[in-house]
């Protein structure tokens, strides 16, 4: 696993309302081998050519009547390869997402939870350069969006 330095700070307001965010360094660039290829009779290892990158997320949540809380967020992640050093096997790029969610609390203290996001997670085009074993590979995501629907039960 990388090293890391992750920080977040929440804040409940009188309201019952509350405020979240979060950072995150990750040393990614000393992650190892990105791709290993036999060109004939050439056996290539390419250095990972990652790069540190930064994430950030944002959150707030306020009650409603009933035992409702609605919540919003949003995040962005870095592109933690550059796009000439990308790959087939690691096509990272950039990423972020916009997201709401809400919590039905019961009074025994269970809950039932569901959130919705939509996350893009960049075009990440490659160029896998000539090989005359494997050919030239370039390209890009047409549609890099995905919608994330999740669901939990707190017990």
């Known amino acids: 696993m990388p090293r890391r330095i992750i920080g977040g700070v929440y804040h409940e307001l009188d309201s019952g309302a509350f405020i979240v965010a979060d950072i995150a360094w990750v040393e990614f660039s000393r992650f190892g081998a990105n791709s ?3 060109d004939g009779e050439t056996l290539e290892v390419e250095d990972s050519g990652f790069n540190n990158f930064w994430a950030g997320t944002l959150g707030y949540g306020f009650p409603a009547k009933g035992g409702l809380r609605y919540t919003l967020d949003t995040f962005y992640v870095q592109a933690p390869v550059d796009d000439s050093k990308r790959t087939l096997a690691m096509p990272l790029d ?18 039932v939870e569901f959130n919705l996001h939509l996350v893009d997670f960049g075009k990440s085009p490659v160029d896998t350069g000539p090989s005359a074993v494997r050919g030239r590979v370039v ?11 999740s669901g939990a039960y707190h017990f």
């Open 36 to 38: 290993i290829s036999l």
């Open 94 to 111: 950039r990423m972020w997402g916009v997201g709401a969610g809400v919590q039905v609390d019961y009074h025994n203290g269970k809950a």
């Open 139 to 149: 390209g890009e995501t047409e549609h890099p969006y995905a919608v994330i629907i």
